[in-house]
């Protein structure tokens, strides 16, 4: 069984930067391909960034140029990098591959943009 722990949000201000770490544990081979997401109060889950087998990555239109996904598969560990956060990031954030919930879902990490 594999298990995802997200980790590294907080409360920041705007303009400000967080770096969210997902760990895997259990039987998970490898990070090759896996995503974040987050989810607002009242909504679905929704894609924010994805990283594929040869490194590739893709970003919502709403976090592109500000968002960063990165992985190390030694660590089994996928980073979210986020700069120049935005009152409308504020969110819990998940991690899980591209394609929905392969894995169970974590406890997700709690973002919130606010002065």
């Known amino acids: 069984q594999v298990q995802l722990v997200e980790s590294g949000g907080g409360l920041v201000q705007p303009g400000g930067s967080l770096i969210l770490s997902c760990v895997a544990s259990?039987?998970?081979?490898?990070?090759?391909?896996m995503a974040w997401y987050r989810q607002f109060p009242g909504k679905e889950r929704e894609l924010v960034a994805a990283i594929f087998s040869g490194g590739s990555t893709n970003y919502a239109d709403s976090v592109k140029g500000r968002f960063t996904i990165s992985r190390d598969n030694a660590r089994k560990t996928v980073y979210l990098q986020m700069d120049s956060l935005k009152p409308e990031d504020t969110a819990v954030y998940y991690c899980?591959?591209?394609?929905?919930?392969?894995?169970?879902w974590g406890q997700g990490t709690q973002v919130t943009v606010s002065s």
């Open positions: 899980n591959t591209p394609f929905g919930s392969t894995y169970p």
């Open positions: 259990g039987s998970l081979l490898t990070m090759n391909v």
